[in-house]
């Protein structure tokens, strides 16, 4: 990252989850709603539209929504909502004016934190009504908009019974699977589900829709023509009767395609009911924004108070390094576990945050350097992953890491350990570059992953500390942006879609370690811009602890150099949501 001090370890830790592929999803914003006993309002983050309809604290207060469907059939009402009090604040939904339905919305951790809510529902063909009315003195929870998604899941179905199984059986014993049955894993690591399915190429999302009634989650890896594209967490459902969905974004090829989900655990893998193959990408999560913040300065950044004023919940934190050895330590000194540093992480987490964890930095021992095998490297990956039960881990790799072609290699390497080892673990690889897009050293570096076989999961670059640009830092973070896209989808072959989904910004808030550099709160709209536009999977930047103005003779380790309010910078990333 930032190439004055070397900075603690970032973990990333990302918890994935997104919504079945929709055929049709169409938004209804609550403010543009009819409104009873109730009031639009804006005085909190992280809404859509212009705002959001605040209940009045009364039973009876409601908002009346009037939605329109091209034919009759079932539907998913899909209410965001926040409610920043630890009561439920329950809710009856009703249609048309039928027999409601009471859902409730307990707390989301403060009025910031958005949550969904689903509701399954039938409409008439045409206008309808859909009213969310509050059943308690409390009144309702804020509401942001109401998605009306049809009932078909965007593309055709794969049903498991019919794939090709190994160490694997069709079974009926549980009820709420369609077709004729399931799938049931034999509870050996290795046991597969095979569908043969059909695309016209590009981009497209799987939706597994599975059980798991055991309290552990069952793993699987996902390949798509014979090549491991993902590892995914199929969590418990509460008892094997109860359904859910996990998504993959993949990019198929024209024509006929095989994918296979295979179990990586001991116990096997969940119950299989159904693949559905839907187009496009799922959205981005609320962990691809997590600003950095190094503990190492004494004026290190607040987590909680970001939290509270700007909404984000997630944080990179900075740098582990090499205690001189092949072992990991934050800043090469300060133990994994037991020290101020999990205290930070363990807090974030109270306050219903979480943090991604970076390996490296322009200074500093490298562990990349010190550990002298890739397996010995992924063990050290491996320890700071055990020390925190991550699901993501960022490899900032610079300076003495990056000028060695056999220490890069090292780190493809070892990551590929780490996610053979780890199924679901994210990993990011960062490191700088030109105003043009990677320099030599970084397509050697892309292409070396896609040689090697690395999926790695976000190619992250760090637009500043260029040594010379023309235009705004804004312009030159777009142009350099684009020259990564181009980078990664010549390596690994990606449609346009599916290569911004594996993109990451870092960038840099105000003055940077070059004179001639300063990246304005107006660079920032325009990195949001263009985040918003492709839905790239990191939008971030150094640091935490410089949003805020310098007093007189500030340190720029610990302030922007520029003018601006607290948390300025992490605003206006704050509101990207993929």
């Not at 059939?73 to 965001?80: A, D, I, K, N, W």
């Not at 999302?205 to 390949?223: C, E, H, K, M, Q």
């Not at 009767?241 to 090829?253: G, I, K, M, N, Y």
């Not at 990246?519 to 640091?543: G, K, N, P």
């Amino acid at each position: 990252m930032r190439r004055i001090t070397p900075v603690l370890a970032v973990l990333a830790l990302l918890v994935t989850g997104a919504l079945p592929a929709q055929a049709a999803t169409t938004r209804y914003e609550a403010e543009n709603a009819t409104i009873s006993q109730g009031v639009v309002e804006s005085n909190h983050l992280g809404f859509s539209g212009t705002g959001f309809v605040n209940y009045d604290n009364v039973t009876g207060s409601s908002v009346t929504w009037t939605v329109n469907a091209a034919q009759a059939g079932p539907v998913t009402l899909q209410l965001r909502y926040a409610n920043g009090t630890t009561v439920n604040r329950p809710m009856a939904i009703s249609v048309n004016g039928g027999t409601p339905v009471t859902r409730d919305f307990n707390g989301t951790g403060n009025w910031d934190t958005w949550a969904t809510a689903e509701i399954p529902a039938t409409l008439n063909a045409g206008a309808n009504t859909v009213t969310t009315t509050a059943t308690t003195a409390n009144g309702g929870p804020n509401a942001d908009y109401l998605d009306v998604a049809t009932a078909d899941t965007g593309g055709p179905d794969y049903q498991a019974e019919d794939a090709t199984l190994s160490q694997a059986a069709v079974a009926s014993n549980h009820t709420g699977f369609t077709g004729s049955g399931f799938v049931d894993y034999v509870n050996v690591a290795g046991g597969y589900v095979e569908w043969n399915v059909q695309s016209t190429g590009g981009p497209a999302t799987l939706t597994f829709r599975y059980a798991n009634g055991t309290t552990s989650v069952r793993p699987l890896d996902i390949a798509v023509n014979g090549t491991t594209v993902a590892g995914r967490d199929f969590a418990p459902t509460a008892n094997w009767d109860t359904w859910a969905t996990v998504q993959v974004p993949v990019t198929l090829a024209s024509g006929a395609n095989t994918i296979r989900a295979t179990a990586t655990g001991a116990s096997g893998g969940p119950n299989l009911d159904k693949l559905t193959v839907g187009a496009g990408q799922p959205p981005v999560t609320a962990d691809a924004v997590a600003p950095y913040v190094y503990a190492g300065w004494g004026s290190a950044g607040s987590p909680s108070g970001a939290m509270s004023a700007t909404g984000v919940k997630w944080f990179t934190l900075a740098f582990i390094l090499s205690d001189g050895t092949c072992n990991p330590k934050w800043d090469g000194s300060r133990p994994l576990t037991g020290g101020t540093d999990q205290a930070t992480i363990n807090a974030i987490r109270a306050a219903g945050g979480d943090v991604v964890v970076s390996v490296g930095g322009w200074s500093g021992t490298k562990l990349g350097e010190k550990c002298t095998s890739a397996s010995a490297l992924a063990g050290a990956y491996q320890k700071v992953i055990n020390a925190y039960s991550l699901k993501a881990l960022d490899i900032d790799i610079e300076n003495t890491e990056w000028a060695s072609a056999t220490v890069r290699q090292r780190v493809i390497d070892a990551l590929k350990t780490v996610k053979a080892s780890n199924p679901g673990i994210k990993t990011i690889i960062t490191f700088g570059t030109t105003p043009t897009g990677p320099d030599s050293t970084g397509v050697d570096m892309i292409n070396r992953g896609a040689a090697s076989g690395l999926q790695n999961d976000i190619w992250t670059i760090m637009p500043f500390d260029f040594g010379g640009h023309s235009g705004t830092m804004g312009q030159a973070t777009v142009n350099a942006m684009e020259g990564l896209k181009s980078r990664v989808k010549a390596a690994y072959g990606y449609s346009d879609a599916a290569t911004y989904a594996h993109l990451g910004l870092s960038s840099m808030n105000g003055k940077t370690d070059v004179a001639d550099e300063v990246v304005s709160l107006a660079d920032f709209q325009t990195m949001l811009s263009y985040a918003q536009q492709h839905h790239i999977a990191r939008l971030t930047f150094w640091e935490l602890n410089r949003d805020r103005a310098c007093g007189s003779g500030g340190d720029l380790n610990a302030c922007s150099g520029v003018s601006q309010q607290p948390y300025d910078f992490t605003k206006i990333i704050a509101r990207y949501t993929g």
